[in-house]
Nanobody
Framework: QVQLVESGGGVVQPGGSLRLSCAASGVTLAHHATTWFRQAPGKEREGVACISSNEGVPYYTDAAKGRVTISRDDDKNTVYLRMNQLGHEDTAIYYC???????????????WGEGTQVTVSS
């Protein structure tokens, strides 16, 4: 059974940083593309960053470039999302998803976590 478990969310002040984790079981993330999506209240789910299978090439959406770093620890079968300079607009539920290819289309992913809440508030 495939399971993705996100952690690391919480409340952070504007300008702060967070590192989210996506720990997998039942699937080897090194052999899959893993993408972080987020969904704010009343908005559609949108991609943030993806790390490709095998070589681990990172891809970022325009909104994330320069503030976000995606990485993978193959020994821990975990993908991370480091976010800096957080603003109110980053408040959302953050999900990790895995499948064969990096794409910003959520319906292309078979495996999903339950999400972790990130709230940026002073």
């Amino acid at each position: 059974q495939v399971q993705l478990v996100e952690s690391g969310g919480g409340v952070v002040q504007p300008g702060g940083s967070l590192r989210l984790s996506c720990a997998a079981s039942g699937v080897t993330l090194a052999h899959h593309a893993t993408t972080w999506f987020r969904q704010a209240p009343g908005k559609e789910r949108e991609g943030v960053a993806c790390i490709s299978s095998n070589e681990g090439v990172p891809y970022y959406t325009d909104a994330a470039k320069g503030r976000v770093t995606i990485s993978r620890d193959d020994d821990k079968n975990t993908v991370y999302l480091r976010m800096n300079q957080l603003g109110h607009e980053d408040t959302a539920i953050y999900y990790c998803a895995a499948d064969l290819w990096c794409t910003w289309l959520p319906d292309r992913y078979r495996y999903w976590g339950e999400g972790t809440q990130v709230t940026v508030s002073s």
